[in-house]
């Protein structure tokens, strides 16, 4: 088997002998097209929906930490289930994953990074998301192939290499790397997104993750208003976040409000060395404890640190973590979301951290390793409201819910131009999976058919996917610690979509 080395730098140069790694796409999927319009209704199994036929497709999702295990669990069950009558194949890739040896060290040598080097050790080795028709190369997530030479853990530095192409002989016909025969050019070492927001910046980066390469984008928060009109958002379930405390912590401060965590991460405008509430006495009222609270925060690009920020401390997102303050980075330790092992012995009685409730439910069942680090949930509340901790019980859609509650979410990219200029091929397939196929199909791009690479015609009634119909996958989110949606209205702007359990481009619980 010939095996061509090549090297994508930071600037996309290509380094070998020329070989030119790009090829047309457009031709590809005009092939796929053809093939993409059929309409299985009247022979699937009742319940299935309307997956176009065709070649089985490979659905990449990336993104948040918070739902990675559950979607990971949605999508082998899926998977191995009758309605997914393409065979298409979910590829979950998890947020953090074992990072080029010499690139980890890099990091690990920075005391602001060293906190990730150690994090990315409870995750996965990677992930292998195999060239399809929509996007030929192969990606390995993971492992050596790419280097960050300054260890800052961007990949677009100078010297920096976002990854290694090799080139195989796939179809085993005496030629490797054919531009287009799926799988002769594999990417080692692709360095997945950390979180929601990255997630979704990932996913718009059409320029090195072309068409059909990102399927889905997991996220913990809604989109920005920004952002919505490039997905469709699928929230399939509740979730909730809160502020923790550690052992030992005896200052007698069991209930926040947003206020009190708004000064706890924010500095006056006249005093930047300090937060304005930098004592647990200050949060007690027995002002004679004037222990410093260690104060950490979650990293950037998390779906979850932008929660943490809006609900929890009334900010505008985790950008805004530290606002005022000369050097916020000393002040608020990071730590990886669902993840308080950084939080040091000699800091811990003195702490708050931030955790997802579904994350410390399977954290706590010894589903995923636990790195609470003995972590329990304070309760919270908005205003003068009474303070609750987050529970089965107080997490729901109605009225007197706990504060931090919060929707999960599957966004589904429409693709360039929001869809016009290039609609997702792999649309309905995903769909069928994490959202509902309308009632009168899907038309992406809005041009008045429904025969674009990734539409469907659907039938005279909506169709849940598998994530949404309340079957097994209800069984699965409750048992990641989630709360499912009740039947309901699935988008209440556009009936067509019908009743589910899942809610479509709702970005808000509501009062
Ligand atoms: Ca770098
Ligand atoms: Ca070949
Ligand atoms: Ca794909
Ligand atoms: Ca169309």
């Given at each position: 088997?010939?095996?061509?080395?090549?090297?994508?730098?930071?600037?996309?140069?290509?380094?070998?002998?020329?070989?030119?790694?790009?090829?047309?796409?457009?031709?590809?999927?005009?092939?796929?097209?053809?093939?993409?319009?059929?309409?299985?209704?009247?022979?699937?199994?009742?319940?299935?929906?309307?997956?176009?036929?065709?070649?089985?497709?490979?659905?990449?999702?990336?993104?948040?930490?918070?739902?990675?295990?559950?979607?990971?669990?949605?999508?082998?069950?899926?998977?191995?289930?009758?309605?997914?009558?393409?065979?298409?194949?979910?590829?979950?890739?998890?947020?953090?994953?074992?990072?080029?040896?010499?690139?980890?060290?890099?990091?690990?040598?920075?005391?602001?990074?060293?906190?990730?080097?150690?994090?990315?050790?409870?995750?996965?080795?990677?992930?292998?998301?195999?060239?399809?028709?929509?996007?030929?190369?192969?990606?390995?997530?993971?492992?050596?192939?790419?280097?960050?030479?300054?260890?800052?853990?961007?990949?677009?530095?100078?010297?920096?290499?976002?990854?290694?192409?090799?080139?195989?002989?796939?179809?085993?016909?005496?030629?490797?790397?054919?531009?287009?025969?799926?799988?002769?050019?594999?990417?080692?070492?692709?360095?997945?997104?950390?979180?929601?927001?990255?997630?979704?910046?990932?996913?718009?980066?059409?320029?090195?993750?072309?068409?059909?390469?990102?399927?889905?984008?997991?996220?913990?928060?809604?989109?920005?208003?920004?952002?919505?009109?490039?997905?469709?958002?699928?929230?399939?379930?509740?979730?909730?976040?809160?502020w923790?405390y550690?052992?030992?912590n005896t200052h007698g401060v069991t209930a926040l409000t947003?206020?009190q965590l708004?000064?706890m991460?924010?500095?006056?405008?006249?005093?930047?060395?300090?937060?304005?509430i930098?004592t647990w006495g200050q949060l007690s009222g027995n002002?004679?404890d004037?222990t410093?609270i260690?104060?950490?925060?979650?990293?950037?690009?998390?779906?979850?640190?932008?929660?943490?920020?809006?609900?929890?401390?009334?900010?505008?997102?985790?950008?805004?973590?530290?606002?005022?303050?000369?050097?916020?980075?000393?002040?608020?330790?990071?730590?990886?979301?669902?993840?308080?092992?950084?939080?040091?012995?000699?800091?811990?009685p003195d702490a708050v951290?931030?955790?997802?409730?579904?994350?410390?439910?399977?954290?706590?069942?010894?589903?995923?390793?636990?790195?609470?680090?003995?972590?329990?949930?304070g309760a919270f509340?908005?205003?003068?409201?009474?303070p609750?901790?987050?529970?089965?019980?107080?997490?729901?859609?109605?009225?007197?819910?706990?504060?931090?509650?919060?929707?999960?979410?599957?966004?589904?990219?429409?693709?360039?131009?929001?869809?016009?200029?290039?609609?997702?091929?792999?649309?309905?397939?995903?769909?069928?999976?994490?959202?509902?196929?309308?009632?009168?199909?899907?038309?992406?791009?809005?041009?008045?058919?429904?025969?674009?690479?990734?539409?469907?015609?659907?039938?005279?009634?909506?169709?849940?996917?598998?994530?949404?119909?309340?079957?097994?996958?209800?069984?699965?989110?409750?048992?990641?610690?989630?709360?499912?949606?009740?039947?309901?209205?699935?988008?209440?702007?556009?009936?067509?979509?019908?009743?589910?359990?899942?809610?479509?481009?709702?970005?808000?619980?509501?009062?």
């Amino acid at each position: 088997m010939d095996v061509v080395h090549t090297q994508v730098t930071a600037t996309g140069a290509v380094h070998n002998g020329g070989i030119l790694l790009r090829f047309p796409r457009r031709l590809l999927m005009a092939t796929a097209a053809a093939g993409a319009v059929a309409v299985l209704a009247s022979t699937v199994p009742a319940g299935a929906v309307t997956i176009p036929a065709g070649d089985p497709k490979v659905l990449m999702a990336g993104g948040s930490d918070t739902t990675t295990f559950v979607v990971q669990a949605l999508g082998e069950a899926y998977q191995a289930s009758s309605l997914n009558t393409n065979k298409d194949r979910i590829v979950n890739v998890p947020p953090l994953h074992n990072i080029a040896k010499l690139s980890n060290a890099a990091a690990a040598a920075i005391p602001a990074n060293l906190w990730l080097a150690n994090a990315r050790q409870a995750w996965p080795s990677g992930a292998v998301v195999p060239g399809d028709a929509d996007c030929l190369t192969t990606r390995v997530y993971g492992g050596e192939g790419s280097y960050d030479a300054n260890g800052n853990n961007s990949y677009s530095d100078s010297g920096d290499r976002r990854f290694t192409t090799v080139e195989v002989d796939a179809d085993n016909n005496g030629t490797a790397g054919e531009a287009a025969v799926p799988g002769e050019r594999v990417q080692l070492g692709a360095v997945a997104p950390n979180g929601s927001g990255s997630g979704r910046s990932f996913s718009q980066d059409f320029t090195n993750n072309p068409v059909g390469c990102v399927d889905m984008v997991r996220s913990s928060s809604a989109p920005g208003s920004g952002d919505r009109p490039a997905y469709d958002s699928w929230g399939f379930a509740l979730d909730a976040i809160g502020w923790v405390y550690f052992p030992g912590n005896t200052h007698g401060v069991t209930a926040l409000t947003q206020a009190q965590l708004n000064q706890m991460y924010t500095c006056s405008a006249t005093d930047g060395s300090k937060p304005q509430i930098s004592t647990w006495g200050q949060l007690s009222g027995n002002l004679a404890d004037v222990t410093p609270i260690k104060a950490y925060r979650v990293q950037l690009g998390s779906g979850t640190g932008d929660d943490v920020a809006r609900s929890l401390m009334g900010l505008t997102g985790n950008s805004q973590v530290g606002l005022n303050c000369t050097n916020p980075t000393a002040l608020f330790p990071t730590v990886q979301e669902h993840d308080c092992l950084a939080v040091s012995e000699v800091d811990k009685p003195d702490a708050v951290c931030f955790y997802g409730y579904g994350r410390y439910r399977i954290q706590s069942r010894a589903l995923e390793p636990d790195k609470r680090n003995g972590a329990r949930f304070g309760a919270f509340a908005v205003g003068a409201n009474t303070p609750l901790r987050p529970s089965g019980s107080t997490i729901k859609e109605g009225t007197g819910r706990y504060a931090g509650t919060r929707i999960v979410y599957t966004l589904i990219p429409k693709g360039p131009g929001n869809g016009v200029t290039t609609p997702m091929p792999s649309y309905a397939n995903s769909l069928a999976f994490t959202g509902v196929i309308p009632a009168n199909g899907v038309d992406i791009n809005g041009d008045s058919d429904k025969t674009d690479p990734g539409e469907v015609t659907g039938t005279g009634s909506a169709q849940p996917g598998f994530a949404c119909d309340g079957g097994l996958s209800k069984k699965i989110i409750r048992t990641f610690g989630l709360v499912p949606f009740g039947l309901g209205s699935t988008d209440p702007t556009n009936a067509d979509y019908g009743q589910s359990y899942c809610r479509r481009n709702v970005y808000s619980l509501g009062s």
